[in-house]
T-cell receptor, first 109, second 115 residues
Framework: ELKVEQNPLFLSMQEGKNYTIYCNYS?????LYWYRQDPGKSLESLFV?????AVKQEGRLMASLDTKARLSTLHITAAVHDLSATYFC?????????FGAGTRLTVKP | EPEVTQTPSHQVTQMGQEVILRCVPI?????FYWYRQILGQKVEFLVS????????KSEIFDDQFSVERPDGSNFTLKIRSTKLEDSAMYFC?????????????FGAGSRLTVL
């Protein structure tokens, strides 16, 4: 069965700092997605990564994919409070979509 | 912007009762999913549905669960005899595998409370 592991599960960081969230998965997939969930809300798509070496950036967030290592990263640059949320990676195995446990990010002033 | 609609937003039921959660996916989407999320925890895969049949299901999706797409628009999740541990937020999602990506659109969720 496809397994998706994220770390850390909880991340508390100061505004202005940088950090990386990691997503490891167990199958040979080249389709990986990042989603954001605000408390009490649904999930929203952030990034779609479709090939080895893919890199996407939106504002202070940058996602990358290494299919050989079965690893995706979500890098946060100069964090701001608005980024506080839970971030999920999801791996697409022939449209069977499995999610990591999520990383709950809290950005403090 | 097209959206996935779920009803009810919140349902409270007694243990042992049947519950039906309803979803209207985006009209041109082909892949349909149910996930559940116990409060503050991870998003757990229940089932995926494609071409009018289940394509994958998890170990959570036992005989108490069933899905249907009765009329080409609604996508329902039925829990036959609810247990306390079924209390969770249930998310429906739909996607379409165009341009090599299946980005899911999630509904707002149905919160199920089993007493």
């Amino acid at each position: 069965e496809l397994k998706v592991e994220q770390n850390p599960l909880f991340l508390s960081m100061q505004e202005g700092k940088n950090y990386t969230i990691y997503c490891n998965y167990s199958t040979t997939s080249d389709r990986l997605y990042w989603y954001r969930q605000d408390p009490g809300k649904s999930l929203e798509s952030l990034f779609v990564l479709l090939s080895n070496g893919a890199v996407k950036q939106e504002g202070r967030l940058m996602a990358s994919l290494d299919t050989k290592a079965r690893l995706s990263t979500l890098h946060i640059t100069a964090a701001v409070h608005d980024l506080s949320a839970t971030y999920f990676c999801a791996v697409d195995n022939n449209n069977d979509m499995r999610f990591g446990a999520g990383t709950r990010l809290t950005v403090k002033p | 912007e097209p959206e996935v609609t779920q009803t009810p937003s919140h349902q409270v039921t007694q243990m042992g009762q049947e519950v039906i959660l309803r979803c209207v996916p985006i009209s041109n989407h082909l892949y349909f999913y149910w996930y559940r999320q116990i409060l503050g925890q991870k998003v757990e895969f229940l089932v995926s549905f494609y071409n009018n049949e289940i394509s994958e299901k998890s170990e959570i999706f036992d005989d108490q669960f069933s899905v249907e797409r009765p009329d080409g628009s609604n996508f329902t999740l039925k829990i036959r005899s609810t247990k306390l541990e079924d209390s969770a937020m249930y998310f429906c999602a739909s996607g379409t595998d165009l341009s090599g990506a299946n980005v899911l659109t999630f509904g707002a969720g149905s919160r199920l409370t089993v007493l």
